[in-house]
Nanobody, 122 residues
Framework: QVQLVESGGGLVQPGGSLRLSCAAS????????MGWYRQAPGKQRELIAR???????NYADSVKGRFTISRDNAKNTVHLRMNSLKPEDTAVYYC????????????????WGQGTQVTVSS
């Protein structure tokens, strides 16, 4: 079994910054990619940022230039630095990881964290 645990969410004023972290643990052989999604009430869950094991990154247009994703492969951890936050960034942020277990023949599988609330408000 694999577990993803997020931290770092909270309340921040517009223009402020937050740093989210996600640590993966359990039956892990390799982590192919890790990313952050967010979901606001009444809206679809959307991909915000993603990083592969090789360091290749992708960002949603809405956060490009403001958010930075990074990872520490040795610690199975991914971070999301969020700068210049806007009210429309308010959402539950979910960590996602595509993980290959140590079970021979088992395919890689998508795992999800429980989510952490980010609220941007005056």
């Amino acid at each position: 079994q694999v577990q993803l645990v997020e931290s770092g969410g909270g309340l921040v004023q517009p223009g402020g910054s937050l740093r989210l972290s996600c640590a993966a643990s359990g039956n892990i052989f390799t982590i192919n990619a890790m990313g952050w999604y967010r979901q606001a009430p009444g809206k679809q869950r959307e991909l915000i940022a993603r990083i592969t094991s090789g360091g290749s990154t992708n960002y949603a247009d809405s956060v490009k230039g403001r958010f930075t994703i990074s990872r520490d492969n040795a610690k199975n951890t991914v971070h999301l630095r969020m700068n210049s936050l806007k009210p429309e960034d308010t959402a539950v942020y979910y960590c996602n990881a595509l993980i290959k277990s140590r079970t021979i023949g088992a395919p890689a599988y998508d795992y999800w964290g429980q989510g952490t609330q980010v609220t941007v408000s005056s």
